[in-house]
């Protein structure tokens, strides 16, 4: 708290870690991806044959790649919070970078992805199918950009509360592709 101000109440929100805004924000994108989810599964259920071949041109391993580098990268930002709790400054800047450099490759590996399918002659416009497909998967690209520029920001301004609010974001960011993967890869 710097001096001379009041310390704010946030009610229950005041009760998580970070910064009581950031989670505003993730119950906002939250929602919004919720939203954009339940298009999804609505618009497979109108036009399951479209969506059945749309999913088999994607590629599961590839997906199922960047779960686990998300998850691990989620994995090590927890870690960062906790190194950092207990004094161990370099160690959590350390964690930090690797779940950075984890996010940076996620990137590369959906960018492969998209250049593949652009090799095809596949884009938001070839069908329903692809239009969500791109629009939830490049929402969420745009997420994870936006992660690895929160987790490096907080890597340099890296108090305790600055880490714990970075990677409640991150968190939510790799929870949204645990759930979006299984819908939009393998779930027929």
Not at 88 to 109: D, E, K, S, T, W
Not at 135 to 151: K, N, R, S, Y
Request: glycine fraction near 10%; aromatic fraction near 10%; hydrophobic fraction near 60%.
């Amino acid at each position: 708290m710097v001096a001379g101000q009041e310390e704010r109440s946030w009610g229950a929100l005041s009760d998580l870690p970070g910064h009581p805004m950031m989670w505003v924000l993730i119950l906002t994108e939250v929602v919004t991806f919720g939203l954009l989810l339940l298009t999804f599964a609505g618009a497979r259920a109108v036009q399951p044959a479209l969506f059945a071949v749309g999913q088999a041109q994607l590629d599961a391993t590839l997906g199922g790649m960047n779960t686990v580098v998300l998850v691990t990268s989620g994995w090590l930002a927890a870690l960062a919070v906790e190194a950092r709790a207990t004094g161990g400054r370099l160690r959590a800047r350390i964690l930090l970078a690797a779940a950075i450099c984890l996010g940076l490759v996620f990137i590369a590996v959906k960018v492969i992805e998209y250049v593949a399918k652009a090799r095809l002659g596949i884009g938001m416009d070839t069908d329903t199918f692809f239009t969500l497909y791109f629009l939830l998967t490049g929402f969420h690209l745009l997420h994870v950009v936006m992660g690895v520029a929160i987790l490096a920001l907080v890597a340099v301004h890296d108090s305790l509360d600055n880490l714990k609010t970075g990677t409640a974001f991150w968190h939510m960011v790799d929870l949204v592709w645990v759930v979006m993967y299984p819908l939009i890869y393998l779930v027929g």
